[in-house]
Structures are given as C-alpha cells and as structure tokens.
C-alpha cells in the first residue's frame, strides 16, 4: 500500500492508498505487544518493547534520508500505462516495496507460550470494557497522559524539516540527512535508555518505573524543544531537536509494558488497540494540526512556525505530567490487584 502511494495520480487514489498503509500498520502492533510480553517476564519487558519500538526510529531516519537523496537527484520519470512519477512518488515506491522482502522472515516467527491465562477465559470486547472500566482510572490516565505527550512529539517532528526551510532557507535534500541521523540516534538512543531505566527501577521494586520514566521523557523533552524553536543557528537548532528526539523517545517501552502488566492476556491485543487508537488520534491527528493552526490563525505568520512548535510543546508537556503523575497511585493499585 505505500508503494501504490506512489503511483496515484490524484486525491481519491492517494487518500485510499494511504488507508491501507494504516490498516497494515493498525494490524502489527497490537499482535506484537502481546506476543512480546509472553517471550519476556515482566521485568524485562520494557527493555524489549523499547528495542521492538525503536525500529520505528530506525526506518523512519532511514526513509528520511533516502527521500532526500530522492529528491535531489531523481528527475521525473514516465512509465508506460502509469503516466509521469515525480520524485515524491518514486520515495513512496523505493519506501515500500521492501517491505515484501521483509514479511518472508517474519513468516519463521513462532507463536510463544502463552502466559497468565485464565483458564476457560475467551474474552469479547464487552468484557475488555468492563476491565478498563473497574480500573478507568489507571487506564484513562495512563493512554491519555501518554496520547497527549505523543502530541508533543508528533507536533513537532511533523513540521521540523518545514521549520528548518522557513527559517534557515535549506532545502528539503538539504534537512534530510542531518534530519534522518538525528533521528535515528536520537530516537533509538532515548527508546532504549528508558527501557533500560524502567527495568532498572522495576527490579528494584518500584511499581510506578514505566510511569517515572515518562516524567522524565517530558523533564528532557520539553526545555530541549521549546530552545529549539527559538535557536540562532541551524546547528544549534539542530542539537537542541536531537536532545528534544531523544527526550520524546524515551517512554514507549514503557508505556507500553505499563499496560500489558495490569491487562489479561487475552486482552493485551484489544487494549494495545485502544491505546495506539488514541495516540493515533491524539499524537498524530492533533498534533500536527494544532501547530499549523497556531500558524495561521493564532500568529497568522508563515514565518512564525518555532513559535507554534514551542507553544504546542510548551502546552502539552505539562498536561502529559500532570496526568501521568495523577495516574500513579490508581496504576500502583491495579497493578498489585491484577498484575499478569
């Protein structure tokens, strides 16, 4: 499906393109949190979700920095029955199409041994949501604390390369490469430093580590993007965004492992579901919209977009704490009561 992004030849044909790539992605996931919590004990499974997660970095930097090249040194090409491509498209097609290649090793993958079942148990999604209602509280202030602190994130990464255009006059092959490494180091860097701090903490005894280590994703994050905004220089605008990738990375594994400790088994796929679902929305849908709408309408300034990149990191920041701290004694709670 991304690769057919590349061939589209207009909006119809791009937007549905586009809705089978996140069907796909939408799919893999929720199966894959699931599984990973069965091949690792509890206290091991930040540690691995962070490295499962930080392929995202990973292909992400990669697609960056390959997109750029693309760019810069592809001219526009005509394929018979298909029409004109243009360079845009061709990132699409050289993007996706090793994806193919990929689902061939992923076909050796076994399914583990499942744990903390209940037995007779098959849950349907009447009984996922009485279980998110008896514990609304850690649920709802766990997925939205992390929703709106992927806002943050997703705020800012969408409109980075834009920024560095607006403001320092690059070019788009120009943003790429620096852009994509800084990406990878920083995101792979800071997904697994806070796998390795939440296991850390776990081991020792510390029942709320994979909520402490989204505090302190926002206590690196949020200083770190806003001074990014405002640098003199694309080099230091550059350090700062990296430390900012950094901070922003940090929490996913445990983010993620925080849900599956206090779930069932046989719920860990419909509730990893619902949490993507609303960092989706949040984080994704939001995010990028607010800052532009900042743009437009509160600063009505094309040129004023670091303003709106630190003004949605400098709102969300502290709404993602506060919610995050809130959600520790109703998380601590649960997870004695219902730990799997």
């Known amino acids: 499906m991304t ?36 091949y690792f004990p509890p206290h091991q499974r930040p540690r ?42 061709a990132i699409f097609i050289v993007v996706g199409l090793p994806g193919l290649l990929v689902a061939l090793p992923v076909t050796t993958v076994r399914e583990p041994k499942r744990t903390g079942l209940k037995a007779g148990a098959h849950p349907n999604f009447r009984d996922v949501r009485a279980h998110l209602a008896a514990w609304r509280g850690a649920y709802g202030l766990l997925i939205i604390g992390y929703a709106v602190s992927g806002l943050m994130w997703n705020g800012a990464i969408a409109w980075i390369p834009t920024y560095f255009i607006r403001h320092f006059g690059w070019t788009a092959s120009q943003v790429s490469l620096p852009y994509g490494l800084i990406t990878i180091g920083g995101g792979v860097g800071g997904i697994n430093l806070g796998g390795w701090i939440a296991t850390r903490l776990r081991q020792r005894g510390r029942l709320d580590a994979n909520i402490i280590v989204g505090l302190i994703a926002i206590a690196v994050a949020m200083p770190s993007g806003i001074a990014a905004a405002f640098a003199a220089t694309p080099d230091l605008a ?32 419909q509730v990893s579901a619902i949490y993507l679902f609303c960092l989706s929305l949040v984080g994704i849908g939001v995010g990028p919209t607010l800052v532009a709408g900042f743009t437009d309408h509160l ?3 094309d040129a004023a977009l670091g303003k709106s990149i630190a003004l949605t990191i400098a709102i969300a920041g502290p709404v993602s704490a506060l919610l995050l701290l ?3 004694r109703p998380y601590c709670r649960a997870l004695r009561a219902v730990a799997f």
Do not use: K
């Not at 061939?7 to 796909?24: D, H, I, S, T």
């Open 48 to 89: 691995a979700l962070s490295l499962y997660t930080s392929a995202a970095y990973i292909g992400g930097g990669i697609a960056t920095i390959a997109g750029g090249a693309l760019i810069a040194l592809m001219p526009p090409i005509d394929l018979p029955g298909v029409g004109r491509l243009q360079p845009w498209q």
């Open 238 to 269: 550059l350090a700062l965004f990296a430390l900012f990738l950094f901070g922003c990375a940090i929490p996913w594994g445990g983010a993620v492992a925080a849900l599956q400790e206090i779930t069932p088994n046989q719920m860990r796929g």
């Open 326 to 328: 809130l959600a520790r």
């Open 299 to 301: 600063f009505a300034d």
């Open 3 to 38: 690769s057919l992004c590349g061939f589209a030849q207009n909006f119809v044909q791009l937007f549905v393109a586009r809705m089978g790539v996140g069907v796909g992605e939408a799919a893999l996931s929720p199966g894959a949190y699931s599984m990973i919590s069965d």
